[in-house]
């Protein structure tokens, strides 16, 4: 596709429960970047992927939390044993090469997640 | 610390007006700076960038302009239209951290007809 695609749109879940969270970047672009949105907040932080490497993970909240990017292009965040506090907005981003060469990351539409 | 944040949580503007969103950094030693606009629903969108060996940088109807001396940034939209009621977020990438941008809370713009 043209743009970053992120997959679920919506995901509801119960408290405790495994969560994936799939993003499928712009083809050829290097750098992704994973963001968190809570409802009136700005995007925060999560992590940075160059290639297969996660380059600064240093915005995961806790080892709850972890991203992997295999092959360099379709990067999965994955949330275990999840809380009520993990509902946001996950955002997942790309760019060609990453910053600083360019601020100008292109974003999926996110993926709502709702913990019960 | 590295912190971005917004004078006003919402502005309201009347339709064909400029709107002026105005942005307060807190480390002085930032030295890229940019605007996103997100829309209901969307994921945030790059509208334009400015670095610190500037003070002023054109867009398509807007303008960014950087005052650091007061670590202020303001984004000017000129003729505001209907399609640009979103939040806008500015953001800065932090000295020493060039692999991530930290967004600031944001502002509401809100065109009335």
């Known amino acids: 596709g043209a743009g970053v695609s992120q997959t679920p749109s919506n995901k509801v879940t119960e408290k405790g429960k495994y969560v994936e969270l799939r993003c499928d970047p712009i083809s050829g672009h290097t750098a992704l970047y994973w963001y968190r949105q809570s409802l009136g907040q700005g995007p925060e932080f999560l992590i940075y992927f160059q290639g297969t490497g996660a380059a600064d993970d240093s915005g995961l909240p806790n080892d709850r939390f972890f991203a992997v990017r295999p092959e360099g292009s379709v990067s999965t965040l994955k949330i275990q044993r999840t809380e009520r506090g993990d509902s946001a907005v996950y955002l997942c981003a790309s760019s060609l090469n990453g910053i600083p060469n360019t601020g100008e990351l292109f974003f999926g539409e996110g993926s709502r997640l709702t913990v019960l | 610390g590295e912190s971005v944040g917004l004078h006003l949580p919402t502005l309201s503007v009347q339709e064909g007006d400029n709107s002026i969103i105005n942005c307060a950094y807190s480390?002085?030693?930032?030295?890229?700076f940019i605007w996103y606009k997100q829309e209901s629903g969307k994921g945030p969108q790059f509208i334009i960038d400015?670095?610190?060996?500037?003070d002023k940088r054109q867009g398509q109807r807007v303008t960014v302009l950087l005052n650091k001396t007061v670590k202020h940034l303001s984004l000017q939209i000129a003729a505001t239209q209907p399609g640009d009621s979103a939040v806008y977020f500015c953001?800065?990438?932090?000295?020493?951290?060039?692999?991530?941008?930290?967004f600031g809370k944001g502002t509401r713009l809100h065109i009335l007809p």
């Open positions: 953001a800065e990438i932090p000295p020493f951290r060039d692999d991530k941008i930290i």
């Open positions: 400015i670095r610190s060996n500037m």
């Open positions: 480390n002085s030693a930032s030295d890229y």
